[in-house]
């Protein structure tokens, strides 16, 4: 497995959780990271995105203002946080890598996924 997701888990509305994803290094320090999600009968949806350097950060317009990006190169890991989260933030994460982001889910890597419920 070359990109691995954990921290998903059921949490009340309103509530907070942390994601993370670690890859090996040769693929992080390579590429852009993203998280995307899929809602169950949905389609996946981008997230959130962070270029390989760190400096800059995307969010979709349904998220922004409550997760926040971020990565740590020193131990090749990009994380999620989410904060004030919705019912309709219910869904399998995934985190995803490419060398150069984009804001849609044409990634080449993929992890395995993590779900978040969140019960209102």
């Known amino acids: 497995v070359q990109l691995q997701a954990s921290g998903g888990g059921l949490v009340q509305a309103g509530g907070s959780l942390k994601l993370s994803c670690t890859a090996s290094?040769?693929?992080?320090?390579?590429?852009?990271m993203a998280w995307v999600r899929q809602a169950p009968g949905k389609a996946r949806e981008f997230v959130a995105a962070?270029?390989?350097?760190?400096?800059?950060?995307y969010y979709a317009d349904s998220v922004k203002g409550r997760f926040t990006i971020s990565r740590d190169n020193a131990k090749n890991t990009v994380y999620l946080q989410m904060n004030s989260l919705k019912p309709e933030d219910t869904a399998v994460y995934y985190c995803?890598?490419?060398?150069?982001?984009?804001?849609?889910?044409?990634?080449?890597?993929w992890g395995q996924g993590t779900l978040v419920t969140v019960s209102s």
């Open positions: 995803a890598a490419r060398s150069a982001i984009t804001l849609g889910v044409e990634y080449d890597l």
């Open positions: 290094g040769r693929i992080f320090s390579r590429n852009g």
């Open positions: 962070i270029t390989r350097s760190g400096t800059s950060t």
